[in-house]
T-cell receptor, first 113, second 113 residues
Framework: EPEVTQTPSHQVTQMGQEVILRCVPI?????FYWYRQILGQKVEFLVS????????KSEIFDDQFSVERPDGSNFTLKIRSTKLEDSAMYFC???????????FGSGTQLSVL | AQSVTQPDIHITVSEGASLELRCNYS??????LFWYVQSPGQGLQLLLK??????LVQGIKGFEAEFKRSQSSFNLRKPSVHWSDAAEYFC???????????FGGGTRLMVKP
């Protein structure tokens, strides 16, 4: 089965630093998402992205967060100035079309110290 | 706003026993419902989904789920659990626009030998 690839698998950073989480979608996928899971809590939606623009975002996705697909392949999530509460597992997910199967990556564990 | 509740945080069953994981949803229209499984250190894998039609849906790994509109439920079942089924299970509902999943809090399944 095709896979969504996320890098790095683990990221440790100091509070206030910028981090970029990377996702390589499956090649013919057009819809892209970021979700996160704080330890012991539920998986939460952050943002959806289609046709080079955000189509939906949650309250969590504030001005500190941004997404882009700069080179037509990688789909990135940037956190401009990390906070302790940003520590979580971040999942990228992609799909070919609406209501098609959503493929999740194995996640990036972000630890903010 | 849509929401998903998984009443059982932890469930322990013996290998070979039957399993039922509960999921209740709150949604204004006909819901699109999903069950995902997450093994330690892994991403989310789709077990099955319900969009319309037959209210009993079959998934991978011998799982099935039944949509009951009158009870706002979408419980996951398996007739005989295997040790490899130990994982965390998430129920989710898709929004109208089809671009945001709302997850339940998850149920952690442990399997006794």
């Amino acid at each position: 089965e095709p896979e969504v690839t996320q890098t790095p698998s683990h990221q440790v950073t100091q509070m206030g630093q910028e981090v970029i989480l990377r996702c390589v979608p499956i090649s013919n996928h057009l819809y892209f998402y970021w979700y996160r899971q704080i330890l012991g809590q539920k998986v939460e939606f952050l943002v959806s992205f289609y046709n080079n623009e955000i189509s939906e975002k949650s309250e969590i996705f504030d001005d500190q967060f941004s997404v882009e697909r700069p080179d037509g392949s990688n789909f990135t999530l940037k956190i401009r100035s990390t906070k302790l509460e940003d520590s979580a597992m971040y999942f990228c997910a992609t799909q070919t079309g609406m209501n098609e199967k959503l493929f999740f990556g194995s996640g990036t564990q972000l630890s903010v110290l | 706003a849509q929401s998903v509740t998984q009443p059982d945080i932890h469930i322990t069953v013996s290998e070979g026993a039957s399993l039922e994981l509960r999921c209740n949803y709150s949604y204004g229209a006909t819901p699109y419902l999903f069950w995902y499984v997450q093994s330690p250190g892994q991403g989310l894998q789709l077990l099955l989904k319900y969009f319309s039609g037959d209210t009993l849906v079959q998934g991978i790994k011998g799982f099935e789920a039944e949509f009951k509109r009158s009870q706002s439920s979408f419980n996951l079942r398996k007739p005989s659990v295997h040790w490899s089924d130990a994982a965390e299970y998430f129920c989710a509902v898709l929004n109208n626009a089809g671009n945001m999943l709302t997850f339940g809090g998850g149920t952690r399944l442990m399997v006794k030998p």
